[in-house]
C-alpha cells in the first residue's frame, strides 16, 4: 500500500528565503507525481506535475523535483513571499489505477 | 469560469437526514472523483468514475453513493448521516492515467 509523507507538516521562515518542502513515498511505481497548493477553506490548486519519466518540473519561483528510485521528491521555492503561506500537499497516482494517494502537507508561514 | 464546481459550500444537517452535493466540470475530462478531508485535513479517496462506470471504490459505507447523469457531473448522495460524516469532500476531476487533476472549492459538512 502507498504511503505518502511529508517533512516538516510546518515551517515558518521570513520573508525572501529560499526553501525546500519534501515529499517521501513508500512505493517507486508511480505513474506521476503532483504538487498542490491549498489555503484555509479553502480547495486545492494544482501546483506542479512530474510524469514518473521527468526528473523536474518548474513554474515561475517553484521547482519540483522527482526521484523515483529513492521515493522522494522536493518543491523548491525560491524568494519566498507572504503569500506563498498556504499548506502544500504532494500526491502520487501508483501505476495501477489513476486514484491520488496524498501526503499529511506542509503547513507553511512566510513572515513579512 | 470555475473548472470544478460543487455546491452548496457549506452544508449544515441533522443526524439521520439524507443529503446531496453537486459536482460539475468543464473540463472535457474523461474521470470524475471524490475526496474526504477529515479534521486533521488528510485528504483520502473515496471513489471516481470514468465513462459512467464506477472503476475506484474505496471501503466507504454504503450510506454514501455516487450518481453521474453524464460525464460533466458526479453527484455525491449521502443517506442516514452520522456525526462521523463532518468533513469537507472535494470533487475534481482529471483525464483517465492523468494529466492533472483539477480540485473544486470544497463542502463544508457539519452533522449536528
Known amino acids: 500500500k502507498q504511503e505518502v509523507t511529508q517533512i516538516p507538516a510546518a515551517l515558518s521562515v521570513p520573508e525572501g528565503e529560499n526553501l525546500v518542502l519534501n515529499c517521501s513515498f513508500t512505493?517507486?511505481?508511480?505513474?506521476?507525481l503532483q504538487w498542490f497548493r491549498q489555503d484555509p477553506g479553502k480547495g486545492l490548486t494544482s501546483l506542479l506535475l512530474?510524469?514518473?519519466?521527468?526528473r523536474e518540473q518548474t513554474s515561475g519561483r517553484l521547482n519540483a523535483s522527482l526521484d523515483k528510485s529513492s521515493g522522494r521528491s522536493t518543491l523548491y521555492i525560491a524568494a519566498s513571499q507572504p503569500g506563498d503561506s498556504a499548506t502544500y500537499l504532494c500526491?502520487?497516482?501508483?501505476?495501477?489505477?489513476?486514484?491520488?494517494?496524498f501526503g499529511g502537507g506542509t503547513r507553511l508561514m512566510v513572515k513579512p | 469560469d470555475t473548472a470544478v464546481s460543487q455546491t452548496p459550500k457549506y452544508l449544515v444537517t441533522q443526524m439521520g437526514n439524507d443529503k446531496s452535493i453537486k459536482c460539475e466540470q468543464n473540463l472535457g475530462h474523461d474521470t470524475m472523483y471524490w475526496y474526504k478531508q477529515d479534521s486533521k485535513k488528510f485528504l483520502k479517496i473515496m471513489f471516481s468514475y470514468n465513462n459512467k462506470e464506477l472503476i475506484i471504490n474505496e471501503t466507504v459505507p454504503n450510506r454514501f453513493s455516487p450518481k453521474s447523469p453524464d460525464k460533466a457531473h458526479l453527484n455525491l448522495h449521502i443517506n442516514s448521516l452520522e456525526l462521523g460524516d463532518s468533513a469537507v469532500y472535494f470533487c475534481?476531476?482529471?483525464?483517465?492515467?492523468?494529466?492533472?487533476?483539477?480540485f473544486g472549492q470544497g463542502t463544508r459538512l457539519t452533522v449536528v
Open positions: 512530474i510524469q514518473s519519466s521527468q
Open positions: 512505493d517507486s511505481a508511480i505513474y506521476n
Open positions: 475534481a476531476s482529471s483525464q483517465v492515467r492523468s494529466a492533472e487533476a483539477f
Open positions: 500526491a502520487v497516482i501508483p501505476n495501477a489505477g489513476n486514484m491520488l494517494t
